[in-house]
C-alpha cells in the first residue's frame, strides 16, 4: 500500500501549530521563572538571651556583645557568615564582665548575610540549653 503524499500547505500548517506551541510553552516557563522579586535591603539585627545581647549595625558591619547581668556567665555569640566560603560557625566573645560590651568589626560585601545567635558560656564552654533565638542581619554598604 502506497502513502500518500501530503500536500505542501499542511506540512506548512502542521510545523506553524508545533512551532507556535513551542513559543508559547517558553513564554509561560519564563513567566513563572520570573515571578515576583523580593529585593534584600542592609538590614541590622539583634540577638538575645538570659546573659546579654549581640547587636549587628549593618551600616558599620559591626557586631556588639554586651553582658547585661551580674551572673559569672560570659557570652558567646555563634554566627554564620554567608558571604564566606566556610559559612561557619565563628564565635565571638565576651568575657569582660557585667557592663561591658566587646565590639568585632566584619568587614562584609553589600547585602552579605549573618546569622547569629548568643549563649551563656564559662571557662570558654558554651551552655547551648540557655542559647536565645536566632537573628539575621545583611550588611550595608562596603567600609
Do not use: F, W
Given at each position: 500500500m502506497r502513502r500518500s503524499r501530503q500536500s505542501a500547505m499542511a506540512l506548512v500548517k502542521r510545523t506553524t501549530t508545533w512551532l507556535?506551541?513551542?513559543v508559547a510553552?517558553?513564554?509561560?516557563?519564563?513567566?513563572?521563572?520570573?515571578?515576583p522579586s523580593f529585593a534584600v535591603s542592609p538590614t541590622s539585627a539583634t540577638a538575645t538571651a538570659s546573659v546579654g545581647y549581640a547587636y549587628f549595625n549593618a551600616d558599620t558591619?559591626?557586631?556588639?556583645?554586651?553582658?547585661s547581668h551580674a551572673d559569672g556567665y560570659g557570652i558567646a555569640v555563634i554566627n554564620y557568615r554567608y558571604d564566606l566560603?566556610?559559612?561557619?560557625?565563628y564565635y565571638g566573645w565576651n568575657r569582660e564582665g557585667s557592663g561591658t560590651t566587646t565590639y568585632y568589626y566584619?568587614?562584609?560585601p553589600p547585602?552579605?548575610?549573618?546569622k547569629f545567635y548568643?549563649?551563656?558560656?564559662?571557662?570558654?564552654?558554651v551552655?547551648?540549653?540557655?542559647c536565645g533565638s536566632r537573628a539575621f542581619g545583611y550588611a550595608g554598604t562596603e567600609i
Open positions: 507556535a506551541v513551542t510553552a517558553v513564554a509561560a516557563a519564563t513567566v513563572v521563572t520570573a515571578g558591619q559591626v557586631l556588639s556583645i554586651h553582658d566560603a566556610n559559612i561557619g560557625p566584619l568587614h562584609m547585602l552579605g548575610e549573618i548568643v549563649c551563656p558560656e564559662q571557662n570558654g564552654v551552655i547551648e540549653y540557655e
